[in-house]
Nanobody, 124 residues
Framework: QVQLVESGGGLVQAGGSLRLSCAAS????????MGWFRQAPGKEREFVAS????????YYADSVKGRFTISRDNAKNTQYLQMNSLKPEDTAVYYC?????????????????WGQGTQVTVSS
């Protein structure tokens, strides 16, 4: 079993930055592919970014490419999402996800474990 706990959400003005963290426990973190998803009110959960178990491969949704950076520190059992140039349309609950395997891409059903989510609100 894998437990995931997100932190770092909050309220920020458009153009600002936030860094989300996701601390993992319960299984060897370095054996998991990781990802971030988000869900805005009234919308389905959508893919944001994913990273391979070594951190060598990353993949982004077009809507965040060039603004967000996913990374991980296997020594700290933590993954991160650095979000720059935030826009009001980035407002959502952001979820950390973990998957068994070396790398997963955008399919929500590929991910086996989920955190509780952290709210990100971007004001205009």
């Amino acid at each position: 079993q894998v437990q995931l706990v997100e932190s770092g959400g909050g309220l920020v003005q458009a153009g600002g930055s936030l860094r989300l963290s996701c601390a993992a426990s319960g299984r060897t973190f370095s054996s998991l592919a990781m990802g971030w998803f988000r869900q805005a009110p009234g919308k389905e959960r959508e893919f944001v970014a994913s990273i391979s178990w070594t951190g060598g491969i990353t993949y982004y949704a077009d809507s965040v490419k060039g603004r967000f950076t996913i990374s991980r520190d296997n020594a700290k059992n933590t993954q991160y999402l650095q979000m720059n140039s935030l826009k009001p349309e980035d407002t959502a609950v952001y979820y950390c996800a973990a998957a068994y395997g070396t790398m997963k891409y955008r399919d929500i059903y590929d991910f086996d474990h989920w955190g509780q989510g952290t709210q990100v609100t971007v004001s205009s």
